[in-house]
């Protein structure tokens, strides 16, 4: 599989975009191992990363890793590496301190791809459904979230894995073509995917669903009516929703879109960094 590289990471953190990533490797697993592509869903990855960045001696650590992921190309959706969704807002910061977690991965990132799927924080509040998480975002005052970024967190990572290349998403960026990432994640090996709507399924409505299969019904959507399709049933939280969860108004999300909008403008002058917005 030359499209691929040889390590995919999904590393997180657990925004829609990186759940629906997973539900998708999950989903066509079985397919994907028979085209010579080992997938290891969340529920593994994540563990067995932890494992790669541990105590033990590096050369164990390392060797257990290369077993793990064989044969390869392999994609790990490894999207609880950051800890868990209430840690996404420790020490009024994005998940304080991962970039020296994730610097463990350094040698293994050698010319590996790592996918960080981000979105407004509003949106990535709400995605979890954590209870800790919202509560806490509802104790911090505005211009703490305002001061939130982005871009530090991602740059920091990108710091500590000089030698990997770095795909960031965001839900609006794949809702333009959903189907183009899909190609993107899983190169040669997409072709003929058992189940090749599951990522946009995990970003749109059961209404969106319905419409969906009856397009199927009728053959092969295009890729611009699935975007289509996206923008009418995307499943994004509405004003009173944010505003009752998490005490955000409507000012102050249009304040955090404006931020989150410079702090893809930024990452996206990053190296080695493309940005799917």
Do not use: C
């Not at 791809?113 to 981000?118: C, K, P, Q, S």
């Not at 809702?175 to 990432?181: A, K, V, Y």
């Not at 058992?194 to 092969?220: F, Q, W, Y």
């Amino acid at each position: 599989m030359a499209s691929l590289p040889q390590l995919t990471f999904i590393l997180g953190p657990q925004t829609r975009v990186a759940l629906a990533l997973n539900a998708l490797i999950r989903e066509n697993r079985q397919h994907l191992a028979s085209r010579g592509v080992t997938v290891v869903p969340s529920r593994r990855a994540s563990p067995m990363l932890r494992r790669a960045i541990d105590d033990r001696p590096e050369a164990e650590r390392l060797a257990e890793l290369d077993e793990g992921t064989k044969p390869r190309p392999a994609i790990l959706s490894a999207i609880n590496m950051f800890g868990p969704p209430h840690a996404g807002m420790m020490r009024n910061e994005l998940f304080p301190d991962a970039e020296v977690k994730l610097s463990g991965l350094a040698k293994v990132a050698n010319g590996a791809r790592v996918v960080l799927a981000i979105d407004p924080l509003p949106a990535f509040f709400l995605a979890a459904e954590n209870t800790a998480l919202e509560e806490r975002v509802l104790q911090t005052p505005w211009e703490v979230l305002y001061e939130v970024s982005w871009f530090d967190l991602v740059r920091e990572i990108v710091e500590v894995l000089p030698d990997a290349d770095f795909l960031v998403l965001s839900g609006k960026g794949v809702g333009r073509n959903p189907s183009g990432l899909v190609d993107r994640i899983l190169g040669d090996a997409a072709k003929d995917i058992p189940k090749p709507h599951t990522l946009l399924r995990n970003l749109i409505s059961e209404t969106g669903h319905a419409v969906l299969d009856r397009m199927l019904a009728r053959g092969a959507p295009e890729p611009a009516t699935l975007a289509d399709l996206y923008q009418s049933f995307a499943l994004l939280p509405s004003t009173s929703e944010v505003q009752e969860r998490l005490g955000i108004d409507r000012v102050t999300s249009v304040l955090l879109q404006q931020r989150f909008d410079e702090d893809i403008e930024k990452i996206a002058s990053l190296p080695k960094v493309e940005v799917i917005s």
